[in-house]
């Protein structure tokens, strides 16, 4: 007889494509998968998947098995989460993605402090280059900072945020600031080397009070120094080696400071905001809720807000 783990195991091997992957998902073997597998397929009498050295590919009634299976686990999730809503302490498992430097130096201190509020819910925090497949990979929400394109996920915004341009006093003092971003290919920038994002490119806003709809400025800069890992940046112009474009949450300290200076103040890169993401499902748990509450109370509170 089938049950939910075999709806379950099916899914994962359809939703990564590998017997490897669906084994990796469900922390099981690989020879447990594959056994599984084919005690499921002769039960039914049908072959659910084509195997071949590279990949595994759904049949035709493989591929119905699964639209049924989803509907199914989906529900078995949907009475658990709603049953659970009824106890007085939520409990559970949250597995959260984020960026590498937001996720470390801003998000994993309130996960911490949530994690103190709700002992009974277990936190798996992912920190990623990339924005995953968050269903596919079984992540219940991200936390990312900047605006994805699928339509299949639920985007909330937590707080505004842009990316500004910063250069220390000291490199101030030895080659000038810009004035407007055509002196950017004057200097050297600091490049950030981001997925399908070209490093040379600077795309600026202006957000002056008078500005209006202000045209999107693109500038050619160059520079020595790139590197696709932004908290590098960020200390290569603390150091003077030359002028970064930082999100202003990872900055906002150092200009505070004065150990950066905030030059062309009237433009910014808008493409930083906090996003919650999170794929759709037709309850949201209640430990799911209570994090995306604090988070949304905690970011109110963020320092460089204000």
């Given at each position: 007889?089938?049950?939910?783990?075999?709806?379950?195991?099916?899914?994962?091997?359809?939703?990564?494509?590998?017997?490897?992957?669906?084994?990796?998902?469900?922390?099981?073997?690989?020879?447990?998968?594959?056994?599984?597998?084919?005690?499921?397929?002769?039960?039914?009498?049908?072959?659910?998947?084509?195997?071949?050295?590279?990949?595994?590919?759904?049949?035709?009634?493989?591929?119905?098995?699964?639209?049924?299976?989803?509907?199914?686990?989906?529900?078995?999730?949907?009475?658990?989460?709603?049953?659970?809503?009824?106890?007085?302490?939520?409990?559970?498992?949250?597995?959260?993605?984020?960026n590498v430097g937001f996720g470390r130096q801003w998000l994993a201190p309130a996960i911490q402090?949530?994690?103190?509020?709700?002992?009974?819910?277990?936190?798996?925090?992912?920190?990623?280059?990339?924005?995953?497949?968050?269903q596919a990979e079984g992540f219940d929400a991200a936390i990312w900072l900047w605006q994805p394109?699928?339509?299949?996920?639920?985007?909330?915004?937590?707080?505004?945020?842009?990316?500004?341009?910063?250069?220390?006093?000291?490199?101030?003092?030895?080659?000038?600031?810009?004035?407007?971003?055509?002196?950017?290919?004057?200097?050297?920038?600091?490049?950030?080397?981001?997925?399908?994002?070209?490093?040379?490119?600077?795309?600026?806003?202006?957000?002056?009070?008078?500005?209006?709809?202000?045209?999107?400025?693109?500038?050619?800069?160059?520079?020595?120094?790139?590197?696709?890992?932004?908290?590098?940046?960020?200390?290569?112009?603390?150091?003077?080696?030359?002028?970064?474009?930082?999100?202003?949450?990872?900055?906002?300290?150092?200009?505070?400071?004065?150990?950066?200076?905030?030059?062309?103040?009237?433009?910014?890169?808008?493409?930083?905001?906090?996003?919650?993401?999170?794929?759709?499902?037709?309850?949201?748990?209640?430990?799911?809720?209570?994090?995306?509450?604090?988070?949304?109370?905690?970011?109110?509170?963020?320092?460089?807000?204000?």
């Amino acid at each position: 007889m089938i049950d939910r783990t075999d709806l379950s195991l099916v899914l994962a091997v359809r939703e990564t494509g590998s017997l490897t992957g669906a084994a990796k998902r469900l922390q099981i073997t690989g020879a447990a998968v594959t056994k599984r597998l084919a005690q499921v397929e002769a039960w039914l009498s049908v072959k659910l998947f084509v195997r071949t050295t590279r990949s595994v590919a759904a049949t035709p009634e493989g591929e119905i098995f699964c639209e049924y299976a989803r509907h199914l686990v989906s529900g078995f999730e949907t009475l658990e989460s709603r049953l659970a809503d009824f106890t007085t302490t939520p409990v559970g498992s949250i597995k959260l993605a984020s960026n590498v430097g937001f996720g470390r130096q801003w998000l994993a201190p309130a996960i911490q402090v949530f994690s103190q509020c709700y002992p009974s819910v277990k936190i798996e925090l992912h920190l990623l280059n990339r924005l995953p497949d968050l269903q596919a990979e079984g992540f219940d929400a991200a936390i990312w900072l900047w605006q994805p394109v699928s339509p299949q996920w639920i985007v909330h915004t937590l707080a505004r945020n842009t990316r500004v341009v910063v250069a220390s006093p000291d490199y101030i003092e030895r080659f000038g600031a810009p004035l407007v971003p055509e002196d950017l290919p004057r200097h050297q920038c600091l490049r950030m080397r981001e997925r399908d994002m070209p490093a040379n490119v600077w795309r600026l806003n202006r957000i002056a009070p008078d500005a209006g709809d202000s045209p999107l400025v693109e500038i050619n800069v160059t520079g020595r120094l790139s590197s696709n890992n932004g908290e590098v940046l960020r200390d290569w112009a603390l150091s003077g080696a030359g002028i970064a474009l930082r999100p202003y949450w990872d900055v906002h300290g150092h200009i505070r400071d004065g150990s950066l200076v905030h030059v062309l103040s009237d433009y910014a890169k808008l493409d930083s905001d906090v996003q919650w993401i999170a794929p759709y499902r037709p309850h949201l748990p209640e430990r799911v809720r209570l994090l995306r509450e604090f988070l949304e109370i905690r970011v109110r509170e963020a320092a460089w807000l204000d």
